[in-house]
Structure formats: C-alpha cells, structure tokens
C-alpha cells in the first residue's frame, strides 16, 4: 500500500490507499543513497549509503532518531526472519531484530 522512491532529496514516499498525502523525507546525503529497504512493518525503511545503513522511521520526519544500524557497504534484509544480514571485514554478520 505504498511505494519508495529514491529521489535528489531522499525518500519519497506514496501511499497507494487511501487519503493519506504523500510523503517528502530529505535525507543527509542524499545523492549517496544506493536503495531503501523497507523494514518488515512498513513503517521505517533501511537507508543503503556506500558504508553504512540507516534506519528511518517515516514519523521522524526531522531525523531526531536517523541512526547507522550497521557500518558496511553490503546488506541484505530478511522480513521474515527480521533479520539485517551485512559484510564486515569480508564476515557475514547478522543483526536480529526482536519480534514485535
């Protein structure tokens, strides 16, 4: 029910029911952003830059809480496990994240 789209400011975001407006959110270095992963509840996405990922909670549109989850150039998300898989120093890590 709604869409990311990486732009020259950050992450747009379009909701695809209902009435509620889209969705501006300027990111710090923008035009380093690789992809947006969007986390397993919709409502914050992973920020890929080239050396670390960000988490974005689309409430914080001011980016009170705009934090590196993981240093590294290599990420992978996995919903179902709610699981951030990433290289460090060529080693698979994973970051688990609780259930809710």
Known sequence: DKIAIL?????????????????QIDLPN????????WYRDNEHIF???????????????????FE??????KMEYEPSANTLYFLKDNTLQQLIFPSS
């Open 47 to 65: 920020v890929q830059y080239p050396d670390r990922v960000a988490f974005l909670d689309l409430i914080d549109t001011e980016l009170k809480n």
């Open 30 to 37: 923008a035009a380093r952003i690789q992809k947006l992963v």
């Open 68 to 73: 590196t989850v993981a240093n590294t150039a």
């Open 7 to 23: 732009n020259g400011k950050g992450a747009q975001i379009l909701f695809l029911r209902g009435n509620k407006p889209n969705l």
